[in-house]
């Protein structure tokens, strides 16, 4: 177990004589310290993109209900963010019932960093960085995997214009019995997060939902929640995506959490939901990376009366990731440090 300092979390246990004096000391001795520790804390991961301004940090108050906190001894400060990045991360929820709005910076020409393990149908497709980056480790891995074969992206970033343009093509097409497309602004696409995916065999373009590509369904089966990728719309979930199956739509959320709707068989509406279940000051989800680290997950849920900048509780020494769910809060995805144990009820 690592060896952190105490949190407010074990000062509130305290008599309540002792806890005063003890905040106080934590205070003085925590001031300039602590905001040392967040900009330390906030660097870069393999499975975490680190969020984080880094002002007006303070000491959270704790939840008096006895017997809910966590045991993490990680300390935690109160960081300032603005309402609105409840609408951006990895984690946001875009259907047909929470739309978006157009990205307006942050997006990265795939065809400058793609790699030789996969094609594109256009060079304008465009990701966001993280995910990029994610798809090419991704890709990289498949063609390894399986002997040279390679994947061809035929979409990715959507604008909002582009999804009105589908969204009326689709309309025309709803007679011969095809899906109707999300309405512009309620795409998955549109997030910067997703790709679609065939494969490319002997000079064809193979859907990855045919008869002839069972095994690498079978590979992303196995392999893409390693890289923080799920299949966005599962073929026994489309009463709650509200989308049909699309066995090439693969979006970012991030390993860790990737991992955890693998293996649980939540698709993304599901798993947001369960989060809501996890708060700051009562249990944390706790899950583990691939490498069996240790993950402390929780949600912080955003007041209706919030429309300015709201004091969102993040670890001070260790990293972590702050996603809006596009909804009604932030979900903390926080690195302990220590190997994952089990939970157990």
Known sequence: MAD????????????KGLIAGLIALTLLGLCGYGVYR???????LDSLTVSGSGTEISVPEFSEIAGTEPESKIIYAYESAFSSEVHSGPLMLVNRDFA????ESGLISMFSKKTDSYGLKDTSLQLLEEPLNAFNAMADAFHKELNGEKLLVTGAYRSKADQRKIYTASLSNKASGAAVAAMAGFSDYETGCSVSLTVMRDGQYLDLGGADC???RAWFAANAAKYGFILRYPEDKTERTGFPYEAGHYRYVGPV????MYGTGLCLEEYLTKLREYTYAAQHLTVPDAHG?????????????DTGTVDVPVPTDVPYQRSGNNVDGFVITVETGEDYQPQTE
């Not at 967040?38 to 870069?44: I, N, T, Y």
């Open 4 to 15: 952190y300092r105490s949190t407010g979390k074990e000062l509130r246990k305290s008599p």
């Open 38 to 44: 967040v900009a330390d804390g906030m660097r870069k």
């Open 100 to 103: 978006t709005e157009d990205l």
């Open 214 to 216: 069972e095994q690498e």
């Open 257 to 260: 959490h990737a991992l955890y």
């Open 293 to 305: 680290k240790a993950f402390e997950i929780f949600f912080v849920p955003l007041e209706q009366a």
